[in-house]
């Protein structure tokens, strides 16, 4: 039997425990009842951002955009339906860069859209520019 992994619930914060193999069985948090994993991107603000990025036993890929980004905006459907191919093996956040300016700082995000990959707190690889889910999907692979 594996170690139990945390898993942050996108509705409440709380800090869930559970077997690796249940991640596929649409797992729900003990503190809030709802589902653990949504099928969608998550709008965090830098405090939700530090918790998911701290605790989250899996990959957790970040978005950093912007409202008057119009690239951003494109990319946003796309981005939308890789979370619905990547989770519950990679929780997907959106950062906005204009309201989370201190997160845009500490990581030198220089152009957005940008995604930045994150494994154990840490970041592991970086991608700017716009893509498409396909792209996106592929390129989280080949970094994990």
């Given at each position: 039997m594996s170690d139990p992994i945390h898993i942050v619930c996108p509705q409440c914060d709380a800090v869930n425990r559970l077997a690796?193999?249940?991640?596929?069985?649409?797992p729900v948090c003990g503190k809030c009842a709802q589902p653990l994993f949504t099928g969608r991107p998550l709008d965090v603000s830098s405090e939700r951002f530090a918790r998911h990025i701290s605790r989250n036993d899996i990959p957790v890929l970040v978005d950093f955009w912007a409202e008057w980004c119009g690239p951003c905006k494109m990319m946003a459907p796309a981005y939308a339906q890789a979370a619905g191919r990547l989770e519950p093996r990679v929780r997907l956040l959106k950062v906005n860069t204009e309201l989370a300016q201190d997160l845009s700082a500490r990581f030198a995000i220089r152009s957005i859209p940008t995604l930045a990959l994150f494994k154990g707190g840490r970041e592991i690889a970086r991608q700017p520019g716009a893509m498409d889910a396909g792209n996106?999907?592929?390129?989280?692979?080949?970094?994990?």
């Open positions: 690796p193999a249940r991640l596929a069985d649409n996106i999907v592929a390129w989280v692979q080949s970094k994990l």
